[in-house]
């Protein structure tokens, strides 16, 4: 059973930078497209980034696009998501999870973490 657990989410002043981490178990990251999706209070969840399973292709929204990069380490076996120059409305609980494809990693996922959270004061 594949099992995600995220960590580094914490309050952090607008402009500031942080770097989400998912450590991956039960399975390994090179067979998984793994993705961050982020739910703000009163909103939906919704997908911020992925990464394919060979690390070549990544996808981000547009409102991240520029000041968020996804990467992963398959000697750890985990996902990072570095955030720059954060903004208040990037406030949310964010959510790791792995796929078999891009396609399916939301609507019929493998494994969603636990969240963590971010909160970027203005």
């Known amino acids: 059973q594949v099992q995600l657990v995220e960590s580094g989410g914490r309050l952090v002043q607008a402009g500031g930078s942080l770097r989400l981490s998912c450590a991956v178990s039960?399975?390994?990251?090179?067979?998984?497209?793994m993705g961050w999706f982020r739910q703000a209070p009163g909103k939906e969840r919704e997908f911020v980034a992925a990464?394919?399973?060979?690390?070549?292709?990544?996808y981000y929204t547009n409102s991240v696009k520029g000041r968020f990069t996804i990467s992963k380490d398959n000697a750890k076996n985990t996902v990072f998501l570095q955030m720059n120059s954060l903004k208040p409305e990037d406030t949310a609980v964010y959510y790791c999870?792995?796929?078999?494809?891009?396609?399916?990693?939301?609507?019929?996922?493998?494994?969603w973490g636990q969240g963590t959270q971010v909160t970027v004061s203005s």
């Open positions: 999870n792995a796929g078999h494809s891009f396609a399916t990693m939301a609507s019929s996922p493998i494994a």
């Open positions: 990464i394919s399973g060979g690390g070549g292709i990544t």
């Open positions: 039960g399975g390994t990251v090179s067979s998984y497209a």
